[in-house]
């Protein structure tokens, strides 16, 4: 029996989707008029392969991230929490099984060390064995609080 559902927070990402949207169909949507219809004023017609060019990169880096965010979002699956076992991202994991839970920030410092250290928090946790990764909850998407304090109450 499910005793606790944890379920992702999406807004961002709808926000996101439909902010790509957007992108990529008035870039595709410059795109057609320079280049199909022949619509350009005769001042731009120097333009017309610089202007073109960059609508064209536009529409395919957004639609690349769009891409990458619809699967987010169909990856995200709510935490399930039972007596026997925890459910993350359609896994079910058995209390035995789990080895360790960090509730902690990420402080690491980009590659070139002069950039802002993030200020993002996860939980990690860590299964029994040594090749498994570890699964890894944003506080972006998930009230890892929370769940960190059931998990807490149902290992202890």
Not at 7 to 20: A, D, E
Not at 48 to 67: H, N
Not at 93 to 116: A, P, Y
Not at 141 to 148: H, S
């Amino acid at each position: 029996m499910i005793e606790a559902v944890f379920n992702p927070n999406r807004t961002s990402l709808i926000v996101g989707i439909i902010i790509l949207s957007v992108l990529v169909l008035a870039s595709a949507w410059l795109v057609y008029q320079f280049e199909a219809k022949n619509r350009y004023k005769a001042e731009l017609k120097a333009y017309k392969p610089l202007v073109s060019m960059l609508s064209f990169f536009t529409a395919f880096i957004c639609f690349g991230i769009l891409c990458f965010n619809c699967w987010n979002f169909i990856s995200l699956k709510p935490v399930e929490i039972s007596k026997e076992f925890i459910s993350i991202k359609g896994e079910q994991i058995k209390w035995d099984n789990i080895l360790s839970v960090d509730n902690k920030h990420i402080d690491e410092v980009g590659m070139f060390g002069n950039i802002k250290a993030s200020d993002e928090r996860i939980l990690e946790i860590r299964k029994v064995g040594k090749i498994q990764a570890p699964i890894v909850l944003s506080a972006n998407f998930y009230a890892i609080d929370d769940i960190y304090k059931a998990i807490k109450v149902k290992k202890n």
